[in-house]
T-cell receptor, first 112, second 116 residues
Framework: GENVEQHPSTLSVQEGDSAVIKCTYS??????FPWYKQELGKRPQLIID?????GEKKDQRIAVTLNKTAKHFSLHITETQPEDSAVYFC???????????FGKGTMLLVSP | GAVVSQHPSRVICKSGTSVKIECRSL??????MFWYRQFPKKSLMLMAT?????????EQGVEKDKFLINHASLTLSTLTVTSAHPEDSSFYIC????????????FGPGTRLLVL
């Protein structure tokens, strides 16, 4: 089955800096890669996703890149703000009726 | 759009009782829903996949007689924790996938269960 590794487990940055979270996956059949943000005690919220037919996707301060050959994908947050502080999860799935496999999460702390 | 509700948000029960948690997709139909368990500061652990009109598919190590899942309609799945024990205390989250075929999962707000 799929295995998703996520790094780092914690990340502290100053407000305004950029943050990068990286994930690797094992199943070459995986073709859908969402990123979720979870604030303490709240539901995971989808913030961006990418499919394997593209290499990069951007939505304002958030971008995701995908390298299919190396089987890794990354989340980039620019101009970080304190409200970006949360746990971020990456996930991967071969799609169809397959389930999502989640990484272990990255706790991002943005200090004012 | 793509709103998933979950009820109750928190529940406290005595050991040995059963607790039912409901997961509803409010503005879309969900042939497939998922139930996760999340421990403090940990990732989401998939317990089972709930399929409308058929039996749920349980992940390895999850007792199907302990965690009963029913998906009777395209907008509702229920998880019943039977004969709950303190070790069942956890944060249970459901998610739903739009029947129109997209892989995206939308999560409910979660249910915090405390078994005394």
């Amino acid at each position: 089955g799929e295995n998703v590794e996520q790094h780092p487990s914690t990340l502290s940055v100053q407000e305004g800096d950029s943050a990068v979270i990286k994930c690797t996956y094992s199943d070459s059949a995986s073709n859908y890669f969402p990123w979720y943000k979870q604030e303490l005690g709240k539901r995971p919220q989808l913030i961006i996703d990418i499919r394997s037919n593209v290499g990069e996707k951007k939505d304002q301060r958030i971008a995701v890149t995908l390298n299919k050959t190396a089987k890794h994908f990354s989340l980039h947050i620019t101009e970080t703000q304190p409200e970006d502080s949360a746990v971020y999860f990456c996930a991967a799935t071969p799609g169809g009726y397959s389930t999502l496999t989640f990484g272990k999460g990255t706790m991002l702390l943005v200090s004012p | 759009g793509a709103v998933v509700s979950q009820h109750p948000s928190r529940v406290i029960c005595k050991s040995g009782t059963s607790v039912k948690i409901e997961c509803r997709s409010l503005d879309f139909q969900a042939t497939t829903m998922f139930w996760y368990r999340q421990f403090p500061k940990k990732s989401l652990m998939l317990m089972a996949t709930s399929n409308e009109g058929s039996k749920a598919t349980y992940e390895q190590g999850v007792e199907k007689d302990k965690f009963l899942i029913n998906h009777a309609s395209l907008t509702l799945s229920t998880l019943t924790v039977t004969s709950a024990h303190p070790e069942d205390s956890s944060f249970y989250i459901c998610s739903a996938r739009d029947s129109r075929g997209q892989e995206t999962q939308y999560f409910g707000p979660g249910t915090r269960l405390l078994v005394l």
